[in-house]
């Protein structure tokens, strides 16, 4: 059973960090682009950022640019996402997501979804 496990969400204040990471039960997990998405409260999910199968490419929403990092470690079929200067419209449920390579990938149509995890940053 395919799991995506996220954790390190919770609490920060504005100006703060966090770092939430990803724990996929993917078989060939280096075969899946992945995805940072979130849904602040009230509204629909949006691309967060990307990370290609082989990680050497990345991509951000204009939003997080400059604060926020995607990494991926293969070894330990693990993504990560470090959160700097944080900032109230951070608020947040952050998930993580899979995509197998395939012409026309999409973030908002993925393999799998994780649970989902709870951001919030305080003025």
């Known amino acids: 059973q395919v799991q995506l496990v996220e954790s390190g969400g919770g609490l920060s204040q504005a100006g703060g960090s966090l770092r939430l990471s990803c724990t996929a039960s993917l078989r060939a997990f280096s075969s899946y682009n992945m995805f940072w998405v979130r849904q602040p409260p009230g509204k629909e999910r949006e691309f967060v950022a990307e990370?290609?199968?082989?990680?050497?490419?990345?991509s951000y929403a204009d939003s997080v640019k400059g604060r926020f990092t995607i990494s991926r470690d293969i070894a330990k079929n693990m993504v990560f996402l470090e959160m700097n200067s944080l900032k109230p419209e951070d608020t947040a449920v952050y998930y993580c997501a899979a995509a197998q390579l395939r012409p026309g990938i999409d973030w908002s149509r993925p393999d799998y979804w994780g649970q989902g995890i709870q951001v919030t940053v305080s003025s």
């Open positions: 990370i290609s199968w082989t990680g050497d490419d990345t």
